[in-house]
């Protein structure tokens, strides 16, 4: 069931256009991507949808709710962590989960949250005192505060280091898996492949794509290889493979095999010369990325 419905967003700022018709839904229980590059229009699109900007034209529905004419009953649902997100520098954590409990009609116990997100050691720590990854943790505790039904994510491990996104990816699953909806902003293509259960491709204030990342992937990336060593002396499986749907192209040199195809053909493949009993070894599957899919999308890299 959708929960979130936008259709057909736009907003222009003196003159330029940040969103140009900007469709997509979220389905009730999954963890929904944004992905595009900075400046192509994610936040703005997220904001209209969360009610913190008013768009040109275009309807939006969240829980049933218009974001502007209901804005005060939607802000009891959901839960937002902004891009630019800050605190005092001298905010105690505990101080600053009680504030935000505070907001609301009928909050989490913020207590619970201390234990819950790895917090409770920090209780009386200032906002200035805590690393980048406890900042995160507290920013999650801080959407949920309110109970949410959604929550709302937007550049989530800007800055952070290897370790510390790696943590963060595990409370975005743990988010999920609580039953909360989750949007999630990002130009990080590991990011959105390792969380998202479907992505919405924003480029120039536009939905270029929308499905699963493997959809994604499999679709906008092209042809891609597979490689394999034939035992000695064995005949040319040229005839056995051309016949696989997706297979393109096969070349050997020597016992070095290279099939070109499409979509799931390696798998088609691999199964064909079982069945026919051709033993292969070395084989090796290039595996294209969704920075593959954005390239064949858009025509150009993430961070251009």
Known sequence: MAIIEVHDLTKSYAGRTVLG??????????????????????????????????PDSGTVKVLGLDPRRDARALRERIGVQLQQTQLPENLKVWEALDLYASFYKAPRDWRELLDEWGLAEKRDTRFGKLSGG?????????????????????????????????ATWELVKRVQASGVTTVLVSHFMDEVEELCDRVAVIDRGEVVALDTPAGLIGEGAGAQQMRFTL???????AA??????GVTATAREGD??????????????????????VLVSDLRIDRRSLEDAFIALTGRKLDD
């Open 231 to 237: 035992p000695a002396g064995a005949a040319d499986p």
């Open 240 to 245: 056995l493979v051309a016949a696989v749907p």
């Open 256 to 277: 070095r095999v290279t099939v070109t195809g499409t979509g799931d053909f390696a798998t088609a493949v691999t199964a064909q010369l079982a069945r026919h009993h």
């Open 21 to 54: 018709g900007v469709s997509f839904s979220v389905e009730e229980g999954e963890v929904f991507g944004i992905l595009g590059p900075n400046g192509a229009g994610k936040t703005t699109a997220v904001e209209c949808v969360e009610g913190l900007r008013r």
């Open 134 to 166: 406890q900042k995160q943790r507290l920013f999650i505790a801080l959407a949920l505060v309110g109970d949410p039904k959604v929550a709302f994510l937007d550049e989530l491990t800007t800055g952070l280091d290897p370790q510390a996104r790696r």
